[in-house]
C-alpha cells in the first residue's frame, strides 16, 4: 500500500502536547517517504541519513503515555508500521556498511576514530549501562561473550571487550557484514580479541561463553534464543528492546512470550533520554536461575 505525506488526527491532548504529536506524525510521513523512494544498497543517499537522525531525535523525547497511544494508533501509522520497521532496518544496516567501509579504507585508523560517529556516544551510553548490569549477574565474568547480530559496524562489541577486558564473538550472518567488521577489527589490531563468525544465531553454539547479546535488528529472534538454552542454559541473555515511542524504530520483545519460553527477568536499562532508543532485558533460563 502506498502512503503519502500522514496528516494529525484532531484529539484532545493539551496544546503543546497536540502539536508534538502533530510534527511526529508529519516526521515519520517523510522518514516514510523518502526510504520509500530511496534506491537499494550503498552508498547511502544523505537525505537518507537526515531523515533517519530527524526520525531519532524526535523519539528520544519525553511523551506521555496518552501521546504514545495516539501515534502508535493513528490509522496510516498504524498501517505502515511493520514496512517502516523494515525499511529503516535495511537504511541502518546500509549506513553502518557505508561507516564501516570508509573506515576500513582510511590509511590510518585509530580507535578515537570511532569517535567522529553519531552513534559512538550513544552505544557509550547503552553498554555502559548493560555492562553495569551485567557485572553483577555473571558468574565467571572473564569468560567470552557472544554478541548476535553485530553488523558491519560491531560498537557493542568493541565497547564490551575494551571496557570488561573479555573476549568477544560477533555473530552475523551477513557475509558483507561479517567481511566489513573483520576487515575494522583487524584495522583497530583488536582481532585477538575480538572474532567475526558468519553463522546464524539460530545455529551457533554459545556453549563457551557466560552471555550472550542479541541486537534489536535480529530477526527470528525465538529461534536463536531456542539455541542459547539448548547449549548454554545458564548463559545469561542480553535482548535489545524497545519501549514507547520508540517502537516506532525498533521491534518491542515481547516479554510474555519470554517468560512463557522459561527466560526469566533478572533486570533492564532504561533509555537514556533524548540519547538512547534501545532498552536491554537481561535474563536467564528458568532452569538455572541464580538466587
Known amino acids: 500500500m502506498e502512503y503519502n505525506m500522514l496528516e494529525p488526527a484532531p484529539w484532545s491532548l493539551p496544546d503543546e502536547e ?129 554478541f548476535v547480530g553485530s553488523g558491519p559496524l560491531p560498537l557493542s562489541a568493541l565497547l564490551l571487550h575494551l571496557r570488561l577486558g573479555c573476549p568477544v564473538t560477533c555473530v552475523d550472518s551477513d557475509p558483507e557484514a561479517c567481511d566489513a567488521s573483520r576487515r575494522l577489527i583487524g584495522r583497530l589490531g583488536l582481532e585477538e580479541g575480538i572474532r567475526v563468525v558468519r553463522e546464524e544465531g539460530a545455529f551457533f553454539d554459545y556453549a563457551p561463553y557466560s552471555a550472550v547479546f542479541v541486537a534489536s535488528l535480529v530477526t527470528g529472534k525465538a529461534g536463536v534464543l531456542g539455541r542459547i538454552r539448548s547449549t548454554r542454559p545458564d548463559a545469561v541473555l542480553a535482548v535489545r528492546t524497545a519501549e514507547g515511542m520508540r517502537r516506532l524504530m525498533y521491534e518491542s520483545v515481547d516479554e510474555a512470550a519470554l517468560a512463557a519460553g522459561g527466560w526469566v527477568l ?14 536491554t532485558l537481561f535474563c536467564r533460563n528458568s532452569a538455572c536461575r541464580q538466587v
Open 18 to 146: 497536540d502539536r508534538q504529536v502533530a510534527e511526529l506524525i508529519r516526521v515519520i510521513g517523510e522518514t516514510w517517504a523518502s526510504l520509500r523512494s530511496a534506491p537499494h544498497g550503498i552508498p547511502i543517499l544523505p537525505a537518507v541519513r537526515e531523515a533517519v537522525e530527524k526520525l531519532r531525535q524526535h523519539v528520544r523525547q519525553p511523551y506521555s503515555p496518552e501521546q504514545v497511544r495516539q501515534v502508535l494508533e493513528h490509522g496510516d501509522v498504524s498501517r505502515l508500521h511493520a514496512g517502516l520497521l523494515a525499511k529503516l532496518a535495511a537504511a541502518e544496516g546500509g549506513m553502518e556498511l557505508s561507516d564501516a567501509l570508509e573506515l576500513g579504507g582510511r590509511p590510518r585508523l585509530k580507535l578515537a576514530d570511532l569517535g567522529e560517529l553519531i552513534s559512538w556516544k550513544v552505544y557509550e551510553t547503552l553498554v555502559g549501562q548493560e555492562m553495569e548490569l551485567l557485572e553483577g549477574l555473571r558468574p565467571e565474568p572473564g569468560l567470552p561473550i557472544a
Open 266 to 279: 533478572l533486570g533492564r536499562t532504561h533509555p537514556a533520554e533524548r540519547v538512547v532508543i534501545n532498552s
